[in-house]
């Protein structure tokens, strides 16, 4: 459970720089609200690999981190660019599935208390970039239509710190 443990703290941090570079791709292009939005969301993957991190060390253990790959940044459109944060969502949701399995079966019970806040942290994750996702494919290329939904993006505001 422990390694598993530390492998979902490496994912978390690696989905916080996957979204960084995601960040980067947009603000370049000066789609700001959007940069705003993936940087708001490297925030959030971030403090939950901080989570984890702190769940570890709590239960007595020292906590590991393993290597973290280049995430890559070669988008050719918007729509491209949140396509794979609603792919990168959807293999998060696997890995804390089966994290929670993992717990489960060993009986690690407060891994699995821990990890509840996971699962319905997945779902609205999940269902946040699905709406996006769909909102850009209805817009699809019209320059007015990407302008606002761009600013639609830029108007997240920070979510609180995971507990």
Not at 16 to 29: G, K, N, Q, T, V
Not at 66 to 78: A, H, M, Q, V, Y
Not at 95 to 118: R, S
Request: negative net charge; contains cysteine.
């Amino acid at each position: 459970m422990l390694d598993a443990l530390d492998q979902q703290i490496s994912n978390e941090f690696s989905a916080s720089f996957s979204y960084l570079a995601m960040a980067s791709w947009c603000e370049h292009r000066q789609f700001m609200g959007a940069g705003h939005w993936l940087r708001l969301q490297s925030a959030e993957e971030y403090s939950h690999a901080m989570k984890l991190f702190n769940f570890v060390l709590a239960r007595n253990h020292q906590a590991s981190v393993s290597r973290i790959d280049n995430p890559g940044g070669d988008f050719t459109s918007l729509l491209e660019v949140f396509e794979a944060a609603q792919t990168q969502e959807q293999a998060v949701s696997r890995q804390i599935d089966g994290l929670f399995e993992l717990a489960f079966q060993e009986k690690v019970f407060a891994a699995m208390a821990e990890l509840q806040w996971f699962v319905t942290e997945q779902v609205e994750e999940e269902k946040s970039i699905r709406e996006i996702v769909a909102k850009m494919r209805m817009v699809k290329d019209d320059p007015s239509s990407l302008l606002d939904l761009d600013r639609e993006l830029g108007a997240r505001a920070a979510a609180p710190q995971a507990p």
